[in-house]
Structure formats: C-alpha cells, structure tokens
T-cell receptor, first 116, second 115 residues
Framework: DSGVTQTPKHLITATGQRVTLRCSPR?????VYWYQQSLDQGLQFLIQ???????AKGNILERFSAQQFPDLHSELNLSSLELGDSALYFC???????????????FGPGTRLLVL | DQQVKQNSPSLSVQEGRISILNCDYT??????FLWYKKYPAEGPTFLIS?????DKNEDGRFTVFLNKSAKHLSLHIVPSQPGDSAVYFC??????????????FGKGTHLIIQP
C-alpha cells in the first residue's frame, strides 16, 4: 500500500459527459501528479500540482483540468469525454520540498475510466 | 518520439536465474532514473532508483546499472522468484527546477518467471 488513495476505482460514462477523479496524496507529500495509461500510449504524464499550485504540464488535453485543494487532495476533471479517453488514470505523490533534487513518486491504485 | 524505450515487450526467465531488463533513453537532460513494478489492476510500485552521478545502485535482489555514455540502464533481479512476475516500467526525469517533475515512462516489459 503506497499511501496514495484514489476514488472511484471504476467509472463508466457516455461520450460528451464530464467526470471528476479524486486523489489523496501520502501524508506529508505536497506534490501530486496525474498520469494516463492507455493501451497504445503507455503511461503519460498529464499535470503536476505542488502545494495548491500548478507546477508542470505534460500531455494534458484542454478538455482536462485539475486542481489541488488546501488539504492537498487533488481532483482531475475530464469533460466532453470521447471514446479515446478510456484509460487508467493514476495519481502519484511526492514530498517535493524543492530541497531534495531527486525524489520518488508513489502511485495510487488508479481509476479505470470507460467511455461508451 | 519515445524518449524512454524498453525494447522487449516480454521476457521469460526460469525461477532462480537472473532476470535482466533493459531500458534506453534519448534525452541527455534526464538525470534520475527509476524502475517500477506493476501488477494487473494495481498502481506502479516503486522498486529502485539511480541518480546520474552513480553507475550502480543495489537493494537486496535488485540492482540497477546506468551507462550514461550509452544512455542505457538495466535492472538485474537475482535470484528471480515467482512473485517477480509483473510488468516492469523504466522511468526517467530531469530535475531542472530543484524538484521532482513528471516522469517519462517506457512502455514496459512483462517479466514471466517460469517455475
């Protein structure tokens, strides 16, 4: 158990809909990362938040957005869903104080999204 | 453009023998490398990492070797055990701003340990 929790575990929805995925980082971790794992693309970095602020962006679509709240949990919002958005979405967290240059990211169990 | 490549989608090894998983990268800015293990329906689990200032890091049965000039790293598992059967991901990051950024992952190697 990594200490990172994600809800829901599974989500089935229709094209055009909007969903919200939730992540709680490990206790003490300030940074949250979102990744998408699809069959053809593998694990792709989407976005990072550090202590409530966006820190880095990867291959995140404009239809997707995220935020990190004062209690450090994060939500990933996916809107105008398309069939191709079906994937596993992982959240990871790290301490990310900025004083440690090379940190390990710990992953949650993921949310499996199926768009029909 | 794949910056981290794991060219073997699968690898079969006999129990008790050495498993060697390989990973190549193209981005010379990468300076921290990690290996994750993943079982079906679970998130990636951190195994071992190596900084670019080292060429070897060992943790129990797991050793990671880094050859910077060849932009190549490998994970050695000795001895291999049935519980090691999983998908192994190589990941890399460039610590450009004094903190962790998003990781770039390879597509994974499915390791199968044969009894």
């Amino acid at each position: 158990d990594s200490g990172v929790t994600q809800t829901p575990k599974h989500l089935i929805t229709a094209t055009g809909q909007r969903v919200t995925l939730r992540c709680s980082p490990r206790s003490g971790d300030l940074s949250v990362y979102w990744y998408q794992q699809s069959l053809d693309q593998g694990l792709q970095f989407l976005i990072q938040y550090y202590n409530g602020e966006e820190r880095a962006k990867g291959n995140i679509l404009e239809r997707f957005s995220a935020q990190q709240f004062p209690d450090l949990h994060s939500e990933l919002n996916l809107s105008s869903l398309e069939l191709g958005d079906s994937a596993l979405y992982f959240c990871a967290s790290s301490v990310a104080t900025g004083r440690i240059l090379q940190e390990t990211q710990y992953f949650g169990p993921g949310t499996r999204l199926l768009v029909l | 453009d794949q910056q981290v490549k794991q060219n073997s989608p699968s690898l079969s090894v006999q129990e008790g023998r050495i498993s060697i998983l390989n990973c190549d990268y193209t981005n010379s800015m990468f300076d921290y490398f990690l290996w994750y293990k993943k079982y079906p329906a679970e998130g990636p689990t951190f195994l071992i990492s190596i900084s670019s200032i080292k060429d070897k890091n060992e943790d129990g049965r797991f050793t990671v070797f880094l050859n910077k000039s060849a932009k190549h790293l490998s994970l050695h598992i000795v001895p291999s055990q049935p519980g090691d059967s999983a998908v192994y991901f190589c990941a890399a990051s460039a610590q450009l701003r004094g903190g962790a950024d998003g990781l770039t992952f390879g597509k994974g190697t499915h390791l199968i340990i044969q009894p």
